[in-house]
């Protein structure tokens, strides 16, 4: 029986924005992030934030993997610990700023860096995934927008080998909702689950950094996706907006029937037209 005749996407989530991704015999992991509680995460110009949880998994337990899509270079999405233990032979698809780092600073000599709608593809086997960057705003004030670093999203087509995209998976990256989002949605109608980062992420000053509640319900609203996994929603202190925050606004616009329920250590399993858990 080949790989695709029980076609889907296994997801585990591990915490903050990490997820492992099987299809077929490609693994992927997104935004490596194994601190343990009490554990600070680098976040640049001094600034530390403190975790909370646990991962469920630890980086040495890793399988081999194909490919690393990395949203952006904080210490939240790329830690210490990944430093460390993360293979340098690993692929790693993220964006020009962040390749610069991994490159010089840290012997990740694979590294890619893609610009917005920039693809690349990887292969395993009979399988294949291709990686496209999408437009991301940490920030929407002009001055804080140069000072943090450059993130992306990312939407990851899956299907076999020289074959047809036979599912989809949006991940948003620590981006807040604007209107150049909605350009992802008319390039790729057809996601079949999006993976929202959230958190309500709160810099000094009051700067909101990533979508809270009511911001990821409207981002699920333009996309139109038939399902939503949240994330990077209670790892940290300085995310301030709960999981609640956005279960709330997710009812409040009709969206329920779309949630998928995945909690740290759970997995989903993702087949066209919408997941289920396991």
């Known amino acids: 029986m080949s790989v695709f005749d029980d076609d889907h996407l296994d997801l585990h989530f591990i915490g903050t924005a990490t997820v492992l991704l099987r299809y077929g015999g490609l693994t992927l992991l997104t935004d490596p992030n194994f601190l343990h509680r009490g554990e600070r995460a680098h976040l640049g110009y001094g600034l530390t934030s403190e975790r909370l949880t646990e991962p469920a998994l630890e980086v040495t337990g890793l399988p081999p993997l194909d490919a690393v899509v990395l949203s952006h270079l904080h210490g939240d999405h790329w830690d210490r610990r990944v430093r460390r233990h993360l293979a340098r032979s690993v692929p790693v698809a993220t964006t ?40 991301g705003r940490h920030s929407l004030h002009p001055v804080l ?92 202190s300085v995310f301030r907006s709960p999981l609640e925050d956005f279960l709330t606004a997710v009812d409040r616009l009709g969206l329920h029937d779309r949630l998928v329920h995945c909690a740290r250590g759970q997995h989903a399993r993702v087949v066209p037209g919408g997941p289920g858990t396991a």
Request: hydrophobic share 40%; proline share 8%; aromatic share 8%.
């Open 96 to 135: 020009p700023h962040a390749v610069r780092r991994l490159r010089t600073w840290q012997g990740f000599d694979r590294a890619g860096g893609l610009r917005t709608w920039e693809s690349a593809t990887f292969r395993r086997g009979g399988a294949q995934v291709r990686v496209t960057a999408l437009p």
């Open 145 to 236: 927008r140069r000072l943090l670093p450059p993130v992306m999203g990312s939407m990851m087509e899956f299907g076999p080998a020289g074959g047809p995209v036979r599912l989809r998976l949006y991940v948003s990256g620590d981006t807040l909702v604007y209107d150049g989002l909605d350009e992802v949605g008319r390039r790729f109608p057809t996601a079949d689950l999006a993976v929202l980062h959230l958190g309500g992420t709160r810099l000094p000053g009051g700067f909101v950094v990533t979508m809270d509640g009511a911001q990821g319900a409207e981002l699920a609203r333009r996309l139109g996706a038939p399902a939503v996994l949240p994330v990077h929603y209670d790892d940290y």
